[in-house]
DNA sequence: GATGAATGAGCGTTCATTCAT
DNA sequence: AATGAATGAACGCTCATTCAT
């Protein structure tokens, strides 16, 4: 599957940047770069300059791939989503029965990434931290509604629908589907982030990972 | 309890700020105002410079009260989870059943804030929509574990583990009693965005708030 | 006449431009749409980028015709008083007294510019409009010493000098034909503008043009 | 009348800056050190940054006093034009005959200005010279519009307008008194330019001013 | 000849902050 | 204690231009 994936190109909304990064080196570069960089200084301190510095290239140049900072955050964070979809996609397939299925889904959005599957620019270790980080961010602004409208959250909305719909085949009647798939995705970002900061109020360790929380309490729940 | 409100004042960290902003009438603007313009413009936008157009006033005067915008928000954050606790803690106070209690417990924290309560200079129901658009910035930092130590989001981890202690009493036998509180938080500030935002991920409507959702997630977990 | 127009082809200072824009179909979007882009965004604004992305073309190919935007505009502007001359010398050809001669000449210069005349890729009564708004930023420069020596301003001044020869022809005793001639045809651009924006200081309205108070000047100044 | 306009302050359009920069020290080495500047490079080449660099102060504290180098032009030209009228009006005032009257307000607006009066921090020497060239850029814009509507340009139509009404009074009957005004202010400006850069295209010279033109012209018109 | 990508330089602006009052 | 003025630093962005194809 990993030789598969390899040939996969992830698809970002187009809207959200002006010229395709997958399409030339330097765009590359700016990808795989940011990623670092924002992890290391924090996407606050992040600009197009220090980014510019960092793959010894004028800011200038990377205009020419986003607008602004933001759109960058927002492609890293689409690219993440639609990687994380295509592997729940890809691990449920095989899988006919519904708790199982589910169960599988619940294990890859909420795993640790723990190493580098190396086949592209891309470290997804590195990425899925800052996403724990700075994934909200993309969406906490005064333009989110503008941006929606624009398609800019697609895939993310599309990757919860998925799994609201594996929570309605387990359980037709259960009254918050999407809610629950959404608490679902949210959590698994956010008990990662508790677990190395705040550990006082989670009961996540790095062996107990928020995957046995969430599938203990999605059964919970839906049985 | 509206009286005896009024009296109490809320207690926020003295490590956040350099000068009480409760102490003056000042700093009471600087409060009040920043509510509604960090609600108008968004936390990105929001400027003392600003906020000090807006209050008739110098931005130089608000560096007397705080060092930085960040500390304002963090300040803002404590003040509401301070403001929370304590309704929480009063409205459970007299109810000595586990269940009923946490029942409770769950509707304070995560019901619409509907009316003005009109005894500060604060506005709750703004201060409420920045919170759920705004406060995971306050941690979501690089210095978020300097600043834990420092204890700027004690009164936050304080109410998360009184709702695990409630959840314990209700069931001392469920294995995650933390990160079940922290996620209920969470996801009562969540689940008001997505309705606000991002209505095809959430069963939440204006009717049905989060509360519902919670209420019946906590029951099924801890039955 | 207008065919003969047709055949026509207004020569410009080759020194302005790299690559004579009349030489190509590119060169003439060029033309065609830096004029409506000018009148569109003022000078101030226009750019190659932008001029580029109008003819859906990219901006270096601008730069085979033209080395900036400041000889661009000495083109239209030079375009347009060969344009203007070219019709000055067809309109008086015929008339052989002194003084009707000279009238004709300054309704030619002056009058408003009522039909596109169609016969080229160029607008002229939107370039009227910018010539009235830029005209003059083509020579109130640092540079205009050394451009008029390469003869960028020729044509003006020829047409100028046209002009101070029909006034002689009128008054040979007259003292100022020469300040007279580029008085008139400074007026009858500036009278143009302030009819348009500054009313108060004008007499000139979309009924009285500058052609009326021009040539009642010119009459009693000769008489 | 020297002393007296030493302690007359000339009053521009509140609405040009947002510090009144004859209000400080440093307001007053911006105007002072703007003219030189814009005169030494030209308007387009002038930079806030420049500037700064040449008063020894940071480009951030010019900012104070102007928001662009626009409304410093806008400035500059509003101060020449006041202190212009002012001189009319001076020189002006002691002639109750009409035609004198006109004569020697034709004589304050073109005359050459040939010495440093020196009671201020302006060189007026200098900012003649750029209102020649830099005058007309000040309106030549597509802002135009909404800058006269905000009094931009109240004093240099101020000072039409008197001139206007100098004319009638020499010759009622005259239609076109206010086209003639504006044509005078103009022409003095343009014939000045004309003399130092196009000297085929006037008659004036370094002896004969516009001033004689423009007298011959005015008496020429309304006798 | 025309184009697309990339770049260096610098512009206008804002921000957080300091200093003097 | 509060304010106003001034500033250094850096941000986001655009411009004109070059280079390789």
Redesign the pocket.
Same mark, same amino acid.
């Given at each position: 599957m990993d030789k598969l994936l390899s040939n996969f190109q992830i698809k970002v909304q187009e809207s959200i940047y002006n /010229?395709n990064p997958q399409s030339? =080196?330097?765009g590359k570069r700016i990808i795989q770069n940011s990623i670092f960089l924002i992890d290391e200084i924090g996407f606050e301190s992040f600009?197009? /300059? +220090?980014l510019g510095t960092k793959i010894g290239?004028?800011?200038?140049?990377i205009?020419?791939y986003f =607008?602004? +900072?933001h759109k960058l955050l927002v492609y890293l964070s689409s690219w993440y989503w639609a990687w994380m979809e295509y592997r729940m996609v890809m691990e449920t397939f095989g899988i006919s029965e519904a708790k199982p299925k589910l169960r599988k889904a619940i294990q890859v959005v909420s795993r640790a990434i723990k190493e580098d599957s190396a086949y592209t620019y891309i470290n997804e270790v590195v990425l899925h931290r800052i996403i724990i980080n700075e994934n909200s961010k993309s969406f906490l602004t005064k333009e989110v509604d503008k941006e929606n409208q624009e398609g800019y959250f697609f895939i993310y909305k599309r990757l919860v629908i998925r799994l609201k719909e594996m929570i309605c085949e387990c359980n037709p009647e259960y009254s918050y589907p999407a809610s629950l798939a959404s608490t679902i995705i949210e959590t698994a970002l956010h008990q990662h982030f508790l677990k190395d900061h705040f550990i006082s109020i989670t009961d996540c360790k790095n062996q107990t990972t928020p995957t046995d929380f969430l599938l203990d309490l999605v059964e919970r729940t839906l049985d």
């Open positions: /010229k030339s =080196d330097l600009t197009f /300059k +220090k290239s004028n800011e200038s140049s205009y020419r =607008d602004n +900072k």
